[in-house]
């Protein structure tokens, strides 16, 4: 049965750790009104995982993403991208990071209206002057159900069709982890399943590493684990997790009293 058991450890033995962070903090602000949106978080996202990252409003679920992902600068501690040390690069080598080996999709989608969904998809390999893998390409258009899609503009999409195309243009560099921020926040339950179902196949069938952050319990039951937050930091987990099993940790997380 599933249950919150803090503190999180690392990925089990002989589990590589796609990216993992170490004793990290995220201040905003000095003195007395600064703020701590994580205080000394040490925790590790196995490959070819699907995990969940909830926690309460304010928890640092969003801070930590982005600190994962390389799009904000760290206070303090260390995050690793498998052997790669994010914190110890500069600008340019982070953005090469982040376009060659990180791949994101959002709760907005942000296509570029102009585009084809086909040119959406393959937009990172042009950016980094790289070829499209074309029997790449038409692995994640049938798996994703775009076969007949590819033509359209993101107008002429529905808003599950085009975060198909979002995550799929998140795949198609082959990232070492796609990092997913709300990604159904903008999608019905049927069409947010939907993206949902394609995420967890992306990980069992495709060999991806998912880390998403949610704060919809129906959502973190598709991963393999929810790592929960509060007050900036790690307050348990849950291995195969249950919508009601997610609930009650989210419950047991508001009954703590906040850390001095």
Not at 31 to 55: C, K, P, Q, S, Y
Not at 79 to 98: C, K, Q, S, Y
Not at 128 to 138: I, L, Q
Request: with cysteine; hydrophobic share 45%; charged share 20%.
């Amino acid at each position: 049965m599933s249950a919150v058991s803090p503190p999180v450890r690392p990925t089990a033995a002989g589990t590589r750790a796609a990216v993992r962070a170490a004793g990290l903090r995220k201040t905003y602000g000095r003195g007395d009104v600064a703020v701590h949106a994580l205080d000394g978080v040490d925790v590790a996202f196995a490959a070819g995982r699907f995990t969940a990252i909830m926690g309460p409003s304010g928890s640092g679920k969003s801070t930590l993403m982005h600190l994962l992902a390389g799009l904000d600068e760290a206070t303090a501690g260390q995050v690793f991208l498998g052997e790669t040390e994010l914190t110890a690069l500069d600008d340019r080598a982070l953005t090469l990071l982040r376009r060659e080996r990180v791949g994101f999709v959002f709760q907005s989608f942000n296509l570029l209206p102009m585009y084809t969904a086909e040119q959406n998809i393959t937009l990172p390999c042009e950016l980094a002057g790289a070829r499209v893998d074309r029997d790449w390409f038409a692995t994640l258009a049938t798996t994703l159900g775009l076969g007949e899609r590819l033509t359209h503009r993101p107008a002429e999409l529905s808003g599950g069709q085009q975060q198909r195309v979002a995550i799929a243009r998140a795949l198609i560099t082959r990232p070492d982890v796609v990092f997913a921020d709300e990604p159904t926040g903008n999608l019905d339950s049927r069409s947010g399943a939907e993206v949902l179902s394609f995420l967890r196949t992306s990980v069992r069938e495709l060999g991806q590493t998912v880390v998403m952050v949610t704060h919809d319990p129906n959502a973190a039951a598709y991963a393999d684990r929810v790592v929960l937050l509060a007050d900036g930091r790690i307050a348990g987990e849950i291995s195969d997790p249950t919508p009601e099993a997610v609930l009650a940790g989210l419950d047991a997380l508001r009954g703590l009293d906040p850390v001095a």
